[in-house]
């Protein structure tokens, strides 16, 4: 991230997610806050997309697969929450959180939610908030952290965030940004929380799992964002975050590929590759 910026990636993301609810596509997550926090009319959106600057891609396709990709993601971490919120445990922590807007949609009453982000992009996300008027309801507290320079142990704890009662972790978008110094320690963080404790993310393959056309436009995009000052910098195969996972703790792991978590929410077979190899993942730690 460029010093003193917001995370750019954030608000593409943001717009994509927004778009996504305006889209003629199947609707795979659903964001009443989306549009507003994006702070775009849908014409707007529309117009962004067919601009073709809504991520940079010119591939309409590529778009709509990402977005797609976007929202089954965000899904999937919400249902994670729902499941374990049922299952009785209270806190969820968003790790570099962007626009993300489950915060002022949480629909369970007594589960506490803490935002982690970068500081620059967490006090940029402040001022949308109030611009759009969307209230910071009280089980909300922020808490600033660059995942390279601090520790989320501290941010934590100066947020008040119990680290003896069970959490969900939810990490979208991030682990492909961040050096394997900072995943780690983030990882050895989350394992060593009170049991039952889970985390949801998703990473990125290598780009040599790419097949030539993919990993051509795969260039494409890892240079777009280098040169925004968010380079893509580390990247895992299913057999090497898994062995990971479990060396640090963590008893299950639910590893899919981004197609066939797409096409599970659509209830149809899993289309063909995706445009570069993403993963979606849940880890467990039960005891
Ligand atoms: C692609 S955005 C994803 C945002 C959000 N999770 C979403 O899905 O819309 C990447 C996020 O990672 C955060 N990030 C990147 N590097 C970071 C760092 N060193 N410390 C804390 N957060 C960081 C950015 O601030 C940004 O919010």
Redesign the pocket.
């Known amino acids: 991230?460029q010093l003193g910026q917001?995370?750019r990636?954030?608000l593409a993301?943001?717009y994509a997610?927004a778009y996504h609810q305006i889209a003629s596509e199947p609707r795979i997550f659903t964001d009443p806050l989306a549009i507003r926090i994006a702070d775009v009319t849908p014409d707007q959106l529309s117009a962004l997309d067919a601009a073709s600057m809504v991520e940079g891609d010119t591939d309409g396709e590529m778009r709509r697969r990402r977005r797609m990709f976007?929202a089954a993601r965000a899904r999937f971490a919400e249902q994670t929450i729902a499941d374990a919120v049922a299952a009785g445990t209270r806190q969820v922590v968003i790790l570099?959180?962007?626009?993300?807007t489950f915060a002022y949609r949480n629909p369970h009453p007594d589960v506490r939610v803490f935002e982690v982000?970068?500081p620059d992009?967490q006090a940029w996300k402040r001022q949308r908030l109030e611009t759009a008027g969307i209230e910071i309801p009280a089980s909300l507290t922020f808490a600033p952290?660059?995942?390279?320079s601090q520790t989320l142990a501290a941010g934590l704890a100066a947020a008040n965030f119990d680290r003896d009662r069970p959490a969900v972790f939810i990490w979208?978008?991030?682990v492909v940004?961040?050096t394997r110094e900072?995943i780690l320690d983030t990882l050895r963080f989350v394992a060593g929380q009170a049991t039952p404790v889970q985390l949801v993310f998703d990473y990125l393959y290598p780009a040599s799992a790419s097949t030539p056309e993919d990993a051509a436009q795969r260039a494409v995009r890892a240079e777009r964002w280098a040169a925004v000052g968010e380079p893509w910098l580390s990247f895992f195969t299913a057999e090497e975050i898994e062995d990971l996972l479990r060396e640090m703790g963590f008893d299950q792991v639910d590893d899919y590929d981004a197609p066939k978590l797409i096409a599970g929410y659509l209830g149809i077979p899993p289309q063909p590759s995706s445009t570069v190899p993403l993963h979606m993942l849940r880890a467990t730690r039960t005891a």
């Open positions: 991230m917001p995370s990636t954030a993301t943001a997610r976007l570099g959180a962007g626009l993300d982000d970068h992009t952290v660059d995942f390279e979208l978008g991030v940004y961040l900072a």
